[in-house]
């Protein structure tokens, strides 16, 4: 009976003239079980208890009624006068063992955790699920001590699952700031494999207060909700099946090629639209660059504009280049409406690892968005590596990398570190340099084309950003194969252009580069094919260079 508990929509009540306004907490609670929650946790932290008890009483009424399990916060003595189905127990409520005595093996007991030692506790004296957080910081909870984030409690869901057999089998729950506009996102971030070979230890359900019962109609809140628990987050929407490795090398090779040509066609059909927000540093070129390989340029920093662009089915490109306080408030606020449009987004991480706060910048940024497609040199993906959990290990060990200039990893290596950490956040990663290595985690690839004069001009970071907006947006349906694509456009129109005989030096390369990505994307997208393309399959990706913190 209790392993039957759907624990998917928690609903968890809350009495507080701020959030329940003047209605009655019965009937709003009613609305939300026609709605679709699963499970229903009573918390009232302030009233005496001969009205628990009544209202506990009429709540449980309610659920019976619809079969869902009634809990009570804190108090096993309410729980059993009532006869409802368990209790939830916070760090300073009773403790589980004893509250299991007092309650018999078949009620539900649950436990608030917030670290792996208080999961391992809380599971040891016999919790049937855990509600894990907080996640965000809200109205309804302020302790900012247990906001642990995305990443917090993607470490207790690991360790939960490399522990024993009541670990692994401990039902969770997350908790802490769950609303509409954050439910899928979430929901996809916290499935966040550490190996290929390992299937990570899912999250069971969300725990919602405000979002239901503060609601307008709860009702209809709840069942929203529930659709978008059931569905792909719109970042996904389009995503075809990903094709594992063809046959042979040269089989791939050619399918990754004539994918390229393809999207090459497709930006010029579409024109999406790229949508930047960063400095104005070299503003102009970036646009040049957009409007040379067929795409749409817009530049906004404004982020109350971004809901209305994230609907015009174009990518945005976040580029750290200056990192202010309230530039972040804009890029979350952006972030948000292009993950509600299932529009890509490039994160462009510019001197992650440079200093702590853009270290904490980047943290920030993956814990309040899902990036399609992370881009950035050595330094920069180490840098966005650590702010996702791992610690940096192997051969050349010590973190040299994030502070020096040069490439210190073996490309071997720096497979390892794009293809796990891609695995992790399920998105794209890009590490440029001499040779690039991109990866979705599954299949990883190398790209040596290029020239050493876009190292010489300013923005081609930048724009290189821009180009792969383009792609993403104008080929949903494998982004992975759509950046390789833009990466070839670039790094191509670089090679030919510094070919030129009127091109003496990174001055007179920036006009002819800006005409070679015109040239070459007409007349790829024409009838041609991406000649030259030095494209490579790594079927063998080393391990255990990023480790889990
Ligand atoms: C909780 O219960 C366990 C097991 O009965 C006991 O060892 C522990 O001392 C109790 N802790 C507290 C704080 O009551
Ligand atoms: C949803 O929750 C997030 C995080 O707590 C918050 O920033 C955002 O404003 C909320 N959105 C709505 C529509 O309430
Ligand atoms: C990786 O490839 C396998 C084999 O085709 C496939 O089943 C799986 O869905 C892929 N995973 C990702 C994350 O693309
Ligand atoms: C794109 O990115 C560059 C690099 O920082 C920036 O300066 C430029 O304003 C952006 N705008 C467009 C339209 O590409």
């Not at 009655?24 to 609305?31: C, G, R």
């Not at 079980?33 to 009429?58: C, E, F, P």
């Not at 209809?220 to 929407?237: D, E, I, M, N, V």
């Not at 976040?318 to 529009?343: C, E, H, R, S, W």
Request: aromatic letters at 4%.
């Amino acid at each position: 009976m209790k392993d039957q508990v759907d624990y998917s929509l928690y609903l968890v009540t809350d009495s507080t003239e701020a959030i329940l306004g003047s209605r009655d907490l019965v009937q709003v609670v009613e609305q939300a079980l026609i709605g679709g929650v699963t499970i229903v946790q009573y918390r009232d932290k302030t009233s005496d208890t001969g009205v628990l008890i009544s209202t506990a009483k009429a709540l449980h009424e309610k659920c019976k009624a619809h079969n869902i399990p009634l809990l009570i916060n804190d108090r096993v003595d309410v729980a059993l006068a009532v006869g409802c189905e368990g209790v939830h127990l916070g760090q300073d409520d009773m403790n589980v063992s004893e509250a299991r005595n007092l309650l018999g093996n078949d009620k539900i007991i649950g436990a608030t955790v917030s670290s792996i030692e208080e999961a391992r506790i809380a599971v040891e004296r016999g919790a049937d699920y855990l509600g894990i957080g907080t996640l965000y910081a809200t109205n309804t909870k302020k302790n900012t001590k247990d906001i642990i984030g995305i990443n917090g409690i993607r470490k207790i869901l690991k360790s939960l699952n490399d522990g024993n057999e009541a670990e692994k089998k401990v039902k969770t729950v997350c908790i802490g700031g769950v609303n509409a506009s954050n439910l899928q996102r979430i929901t996809h971030q916290l499935h966040a494999p550490s190996s290929p070979s390992t299937q990570p230890k899912p999250i069971d359900g969300v725990a919602v207060v405000s979002a239901i019962i503060g609601a307008p109609d709860p009702k209809t809140a709840s069942s929203h909700l529930s659709k978008l628990l059931h569905s792909p987050p719109p970042f996904k929407a389009h995503s075809t099946e990903p094709h594992f490795w063809l046959e042979s090398n040269a089989q791939e090779i050619t399918h990754v090629l004539s994918f390229a040509s393809l999207a090459t066609k497709s930006v010029r059909e579409k024109s999406p639209l790229s949508h930047n927000m960063t400095n104005l540093v070299v503003q102009n070129f970036a646009a040049n660059v957009a409007l040379c390989i067929g795409a749409s340029p817009i530049m906004a920093n404004y982020a109350a504009e971004a809901p209305d662009l994230a609907r015009l089915g174009g990518a945005l490109v976040v580029n750290m280049g200056t990192v202010t306080p309230d530039g972040l408030a804009n890029f979350k606020q952006a972030i948000n409406a292009y993950n509600l449009a299932g529009g890509p987004i490039i994160l462009d991480p510019v001197g992650a690892g440079a200093t702590s706060v853009r270290r904490s910048a980047v943290a920030e940024l993956l814990n309040n968005g899902y990036f399609d497609l992370i881009k950035g040199n050595e330094r920069e993906i180490l840098a966005v590596a650590s702010a996702s959990g791992f610690s940096v290990s192997g051969p050349t060990s010590q973190q040299r990398g994030v502070d020096s200039g040069t490439a210190v990893y073996t490309l071997p290596q720096k497979a390892s570190i794009v293809s796990t950490l891609a695995l992790r956040e399920r998105c794209i990663v890009l590490m440029t340099g001499a040779t690039d290595v991109i990866s979705d985690g599954n299949r990883t690839y190398t790209i040596s084309n290029g020239h050493a004069y876009l190292g010489m001009i300013t923005g081609s970071g930048c724009t290189l950003g821009t180009t792969l907006s383009a792609y993403l947006a104008a080929n949903q349906g494998d982004k992975l194969l759509a950046a390789i694509a833009g990466v070839l456009h670039y790094e191509i129109a670089a090679e030919e252009a510094s070919r030129r005989e009127d091109v003496k030096g990174p001055g007179t390369f920036v006009p002819a580069f800006l005409d070679e990505l015109y040239r070459l994307g007409v007349k790829v997208a024409g009838d041609g094919e991406w000649e030259g393309a030095r494209v490579e399959c790594v079927k063998d990706v080393g391990e255990g260079v990023l480790v889990l913190d």
